[in-house]
């Protein structure tokens, strides 16, 4: 054996009663599992830990961080072995020469401005051979809806021609066959937002055709939300595509303790055969860019278009007037209160003296944005405990963190929702048992990717691994100190390497494209 861990606490991602054993890894695969007598080449004394598969994070925005940081810890720390990239709908590939310009201005806020990235690839197939060159977790990726349609007609608020919705349909169809595992839509981001739902229902067919899923951050997650969450599934089992619902919650005042609404509006199409998944973070505020907020017109016509509309005065308070009295699409139908607005970072550290304060009206908003040119993050306190907790129980949840690890002060998920799982909500409150929540974090997100041989503790699966003390797990990460690491977390493996050895980062780079196997669509 290369390496033996003895005496484990094996929870091994069935959710199925723990138990202990020797593990044994043989040449990056799990080659023994039981009483080893035999040495191995390594051996690691576990009694006290916890040995799982490695933590998926279902929902990332690392596709710039992995390319650029070799380290990683925020995620490796945490015990994280994969997670899934190009969420939202808006990120790097596929893309032309312009597209790509133009969504690198659009995100700068959730990836920065990409200065340090080559940008060599311009497919689906390129981005995936740039992590095979080696990082520090593994990847999956999604076509990204909004890209997609950027990619075809613009940054347009209309309905795609025939043509374009064909391009369209060639775009997903390509980034598919090439290993990406699905399509994701952010719909209350520009322009993905500005599809209708037969044009998603017509890609979500191409998707369906490849086995892959759909995973849409949907139209509202404030006014509306019920509906909004019904439109998807509705659309989904119409096109007889796989659904994933991102980063699931009711949030706004609105949606306080509803989300029993939403699980029953679930567990009805789960009962009807409909095949639905969701993640969640366990916090209750939101994290996004403060230009998303707008309303979709304003959006129109790619990021320095609204750039101009800020400047201009009249547009401004046009931009106002559905932001604080009628309530932007952007911002999920609700009018905006400012007091929940918390900046988290700024694309020009010369505004950095805005983090961490709470913006008070809409002229500071706006000047923020036009000084940082569409940049700035924000942390929206609009979430509920009461939802989180219901959410995460459901038996379709899956964990993910929709990290975004740019800014000066991050939302602490990015840094700390596998730990606060395990620490806050297993040990603290018992929300879930360790089983459960292994599960959710693990078998239960590779049974959604279609991967075969990872998220369980099973002789033959990849040695993608993590050991974790449950009486001491936590997260380090909080509001006022977000990169703080976690502790209870000494080991984690990835094809049987250490990634982390006694708590500290090693500098192997095992990551690599994780692609679902492609085959010709119908």
């Known amino acids: ?238 096109a007889g595509c796989a659904l994933h619902l991102a980063h699931a919650t009711m949030n706004f005042r609105e949606n306080q303790g509803r989300a029993p609404e939403l699980l029953a509006l679930l567990d009805a199409a789960l009962a009807g055969g409909a095949d639905i998944t969701l993640d969640s973070y366990p916090y209750t505020p939101g994290c996004t860019t403060l230009v998303a907020l707008l309303p979709s017109w304003a959006g129109e016509g790619g990021p320095e278009a609204v750039l101009a509309r800020l400047r201009d005065d009249a547009e401004a308070e046009r931009i106002r007037y559905a932001l604080e009295v009628t309530g932007a699409d952007g911002c999920h139908g609700v009018p905006v209160d400012w007091s929940t607005i918390e900046v988290s970072g700024t694309a020009d550290p010369a505004f950095g003296g805005y983090v961490g304060t709470r913006l008070h009206d809409w002229e500071g908003a706006r000047r923020l944005l036009v000084q940082d040119r569409l940049g700035p993050t924000i942390l929206q306190h609009v979430g509920h405990e009461e939802n989180v907790r219901a959410i995460m129980r459901h038996r379709v949840h899956t964990g993910g963190s929709d990290g975004i690890l740019r800014g000066a002060k991050p939302h ?34 590779a049974a959604r990717l279609r991967l075969p041989d990872r998220g369980v503790v099973r002789t033959g699966h990849r040695a993608d691994l993590v050991l974790f003390d449950p009486e001491t797990v936590a997260a380090g990460s909080t509001y006022e100190n977000p990169r703080t690491p976690p502790t209870g977390i000494p080991y984690v493996l990835i094809d049987g390497r250490f990634v982390m050895r006694d708590g500290r980062r090693t500098d192997v780079l095992a990551g690599r494209s994780v692609r679902r196997t492609p085959h010709q669509g119908r």
């Not at 089983?435 to 078998?443: F, R």
């Open 1 to 238: 054996m290369d390496l033996v861990v003895r005496g484990a606490r094996v929870v091994d991602g069935t959710g199925g009663p723990s138990y202990t054993a020797d593990v044994g890894v043989h040449e990056g695969r799990i080659a023994e599992i039981g009483r080893i007598r035999s040495g191995g080449l390594r051996n690691i004394d576990a009694h006290g830990l916890a040995l799982a598969p490695g933590f998926v994070d279902m929902h990332a925005h690392s596709d710039l961080a992995l390319l650029h940081d070799p380290d990683h810890s925020a995620k490796a720390a945490q015990g994280v072995t994969l997670e899934v990239l190009g969420q939202d709908g808006l990120s790097y590939a596929p893309v032309d020469d312009r597209t790509l310009a133009e969504v690198r201005a659009a995100i700068t806020g959730w990836n920065g401005p990409g200065e340090d990235a080559d940008f060599t690839w311009r497919d689906v197939a390129g981005y995936l051979a740039r992590l095979d060159r080696g990082v520090a977790v593994n990847a999956a990726y999604l076509v990204p809806q909004g890209t997609v349609r950027a990619y075809a007609l613009g940054w347009d608020d209309r309905p795609a021609t025939p043509a374009e919705l064909d391009r369209m349909r060639t775009l997903v169809a390509e980034g598919l066959a090439q290993g990406a595992v699905g399509m994701s839509s952010g719909l209350t981001y520009t322009p993905g937002m500005y599809a209708s739902g037969a044009e998603l229902g017509e890609l979500c067919r191409v998707v369906a055709s490849y086995g892959g899923y759909y995973c849409p951050h949907h139209r509202s997650y404030g006014r509306g939300a019920l509906d909004a969450y019904a439109e998807m599934v509705g659309l989904a089992r119409e």
């Open 412 to 445: 602490p998920r990015a840094y700390g929702t596998f730990p606060h799982y395990l620490g806050h909500y297993v040990r603290e409150l018992g929300v879930l048992s360790l089983e459960e929540c292994v599960a959710h974090l693990t078998g239960r997100p």
